[in-house]
């Protein structure tokens, strides 16, 4: 035990002797939640629109306002005529416009009904769908509060209600996914030096020649990772909860306990890196580009697993990343229990056990 932790403490002076280790372990990861949280989302906000009020009354005008006040919308311009419609969207400086018909109030009082129309640009698909969602959740609030609970003939009325996430914010989505890709990239490619450094300092002899096994050694030189992993999950828990308001609504110490079970089978899959290669650049290379798209790509935080082709739906189950994913969304976000996540911690914990398994035996096989 004494020299397991001798190695402990050799391992965390290689750490903190290195001012980029440290730099990259800890400060990477702050900066990752907060880019993603803040700037790289696919919510819009403050988007740009035109008006085409027909009408002039004081129900159109009311619900100008409603659109301008909106978080979403900024009314940039008013048009006068379909013909400036086209004229708009190629300037390319607004994404909707919003046409009012020309007995908009009396419609609503007559006919208790009004057609708005709504033309988005398409150009992206993403941003036009979203905008016109946006559009008609403002609309329906609006046609809400003028009929004052008064029952209309002939009117369906849809109700929506969305779970876990009602004002449909972006970081709701990405917490998790930039949770699972910071602690799979940083953990990996930080444990993945760790071995392959000893051998091209040639430290590697005397690690060779002690007493200590194989096994020691890596989890000697996974236990220090492990513990400033911990200090990055309360980092980002804590930057999420407090800078994005996003709410942990599960079991904070289930949520804990499934991250550092991920964060084992980040660093294990790190170690057998490290044992496979034979330089850092080389295990750098295969822990970033090799790690990088994967989790990106697979995990279904950026793209929908579902949507994806056969072989790539299977090819996503060898990520461990998809899987962390699956239980912090179920986790924080929509408050489920172990119950709810087992099957997808069973699988952690199987690739933790096989890729520990991997990489002891390629340690032993160098030793040879």
């Given amino acids: 035990m004494k020299q397991f932790i001798s190695f402990v403490k050799k391992e965390f002076y290689h750490i903190f002797r290195d001012r980029r280790t440290i730099l990259i372990l800890l400060g990477m990861p702050i900066v990752q939640i907060l880019l993603f949280g803040f700037a790289l989302t696919n919510e819009v906000k403050n988007a740009q629109i035109a008006i085409l009020d027909n009408a002039q009354d004081d129900a ?18 008013e048009l006068h005529s379909y013909t400036e419609i086209e004229q708009a969207f190629r300037e390319g400086k607004i994404k909707l416009v919003v046409v009012l018909p020309h007995r908009f109030n009396q419609d609503l009082q007559h006919l208790n009904s009004a057609q708005v129309q709504l033309i ?90 002690s007493p200590v096994r194989p096994l020691k050694i890596i989890l000697a030189k996974a236990v220090p990772y492990l513990l400033l992993s911990s200090v990055n999950i309360a980092s980002i828990l804590l930057l999420s909860t407090l800078a994005l308001d996003v709410p942990i609504q599960g079991n904070i110490f289930l949520l804990i306990g499934e991250s550092l079970l991920f964060t084992i089978t980040s660093l294990a899959l790190g170690l057998l890196i490290s044992s496979a290669t034979a330089s850092q650049q080389t295990a750098m290379f295969i822990s970033l580009t090799g790690l990088f798209l994967p989790t990106v790509m697979l995990s279904g935080f950026m793209f929908p697993i579902e949507n994806m082709p056969l072989p790539l739906r299977l090819i996503s189950n060898l990520v461990p990343a998809k899987w962390f994913y699956i239980i912090a969304q179920s986790v924080m976000i929509k408050g489920l229990g172990i119950t709810a996540v087992w099957k997808e911690t069973l699988v952690l914990l199987g690739m933790t056990l096989l890729l520990l398994t991997l990489a002891i035996r390629s340690f032993k096989i160098r030793l040879a």
């Fill in 60 to 77: 159109s005008a009311a619900l100008r306002t409603q659109l301008d006040a909106s978080r979403y919308f900024t009314v940039a311009r």
């Fill in 120 to 209: 988005a640009d398409a150009s992206d698909p993403n941003v036009g769908t979203t905008l016109t969602n946006y559009a008609s959740a403002v609309i329906l609030d609006y046609q809400d509060r003028i009929t004052n609970q008064r029952k209309l003939p002939y009117t369906i009325n849809t109700e929506l209600r969305y779970l876990y996430n009602p004002q449909l914010k972006g970081a709701y989505s990405f917490v998790p996914g930039v949770m699972a890709m910071v602690l799979m990239l940083v953990c990996t490619m930080m444990t993945a030096i760790t071995i392959v450094r000893e051998k091209e300092t040639g430290t590697m002899e005397v690690m060779l020649v």
